[in-house]
């Protein structure tokens, strides 16, 4: 479920804390910062000086498309239900069931 | 029907786990263990060494550079995992798959090792050894695996009843053979001489007693295991979840969110390595 997709993006659209999905080259193509490195406030602003304008981040999936998630959990929701159709009338079934509904749903 | 007396027979008919996992699970009750001589002779099995390595050099314990030698996984990662670690390996490699035979051995398998992790998460819950636990979860279910490897013909009418009546496995093995396969699977489990506690573990795995306790954690960690669509069957189905035990767990919501999660992760990696 975790998986992870990348994202080229305008630098002024990236934050701290956010990691690199390729390495980052100036104009004659020496790396300034390899794939994987997590970008910090001060190395955002050292890129933007150099006038780089662009990076290719990582993102974990669930955060890439509002829509896509609110489909992906429609789904996850419903499977569940079709999980606990023997179980979730009885005993503690409906208990696990709304936690695990929650964390379907979670951020 | 066929009697439990003849399944049992048939349990001593199976090949015994390699002798150095035998040594490695009298040595779960023992206090003095001579590690050094037990990881020469895990060694000495080329098969369960690559498949043991494969696991500890996964994603899951992640280790800054590999381990080449079942030694350095002891140093690094304790005696107790690699012990786990091997005997897992070993399990899931005793049953091949029969041509012609219509079992999903890989959903099976994929069951045991989600019940495993799950089980491996829920242990501190309740103050047992994650070790144990996990190597109980994976054994609960093996009594359904010698059902349909040893009787291929009762089972695939097992088969059926499941799918006409869409309900347990257990359900269905007791209405073919008058019993299911929780008493089986102890018998195993005696059989390849696995503790007393993972033996019991295994029989009651559907009906713990009240008192929390290894039993307990291998009922929830399997309740769980089907919560949380690990075997990957469309119909699979969550068992009944009985309020005494879930109350033993008292769970919130975000323990109960950092347990699924944590469960998941190991999931991932424990498959791709156990399951073929």
Redesign the interface.
């Known amino acids: ?2 998986t992870t997709i990348t994202r080229d993006i305008e630098l002024s659209l990236a934050d701290a804390g956010m990691v690199l999905a390729a390495p980052l080259l100036d104009a004659s193509g020496s790396m300034l910062l390899p794939e994987g490195s997590t970008l910090t406030e001060a190395t955002l602003k050292s890129l933007r000086r150099r006038g780089i304008e662009r990076c290719t981040i990582s993102l974990p999936a669930d955060t890439a498309d509002p829509a896509q998630r609110a489909r992906e959990r429609e789904l996850a929701c419903a ?2 239900q079709h ?5 979730a009338e ?4 409906p ?3 709304q ?2 509904t ?2 379907r749903n ?1 951020d | 029907m066929t009697a439990i007396d003849d399944v049992i027979k048939r349990i001593h008919n199976l090949p015994s786990l390699p002798a150095v996992v035998a040594e490695l699970l009298s040595s779960m009750e023992q206090e003095d263990i001579d590690v050094h001589a037990l990881a020469g002779k895990i060694a000495l099995d080329q098969a369960l060494t690559a498949k043991t390595l494969r696991l500890a050099n996964s994603s899951f314990y992640g280790l800054p550079s590999k381990v080449n030698s079942i030694q350095q996984a002891i140093s690094v990662l304790g005696f107790h995992s690699i012990r786990t670690l091997v005997t897992a390996c070993s399990v899931t490699g005793s049953f091949a798959p029969t041509p012609g035979l219509e079992f999903d051995f890989e959903a099976f398998w994929r069951h045991a090792v989600g019940t495993a992790v799950c089980a491996r998460a829920l242990a501190p819950q309740i103050r047992l050894s994650p070790e144990t636990a996990f190597t109980a979860g994976l054994l609960h279910d093996l009594g359904t695996l010698v059902l349909a490897t040893r009787f291929p013909k009762e089972y695939s009418e097992v088969e059926a009843y499941h799918q006409q009546h ?1 309900c347990t496995t257990s359900a269905a093995e007791r209405a073919v053979f008058g019993f299911d396969h929780a008493g089986i699977g102890s018998a195993l489990a005696a059989y390849w001489k696995f503790p007393l506690p993972i033996q019991q573990a295994v029989e009651e795995h559907h009906q713990p007693p009240p008192t929390s306790s290894l039993s307990t954690v291998i009922y929830l960690a399997n ?2 295991a ?4 690990f075997s990957g069957q469309e119909d ?8 005494q ?3 033993l767990l008292n ?1 919130s ?1 975000s323990s ?2 950092a347990l ?1 999660s944590e469960a ?2 190991l999931f991932d990696d424990m498959c791709q390595i156990l399951v073929h």
């Open positions: 479920m975790n499977r569940l999980l606990f159709r023997h179980s009885q005993e503690a079934g208990a696990l069931l936690m695990l929650g964390f979670r | 869409d309740v769980l089907h919560a949380l669509d699979d189905q969550v068992p009944p979840l009985s309020k035990a879930w109350a769970l919501e109960g969110f699924f998941e992760h």
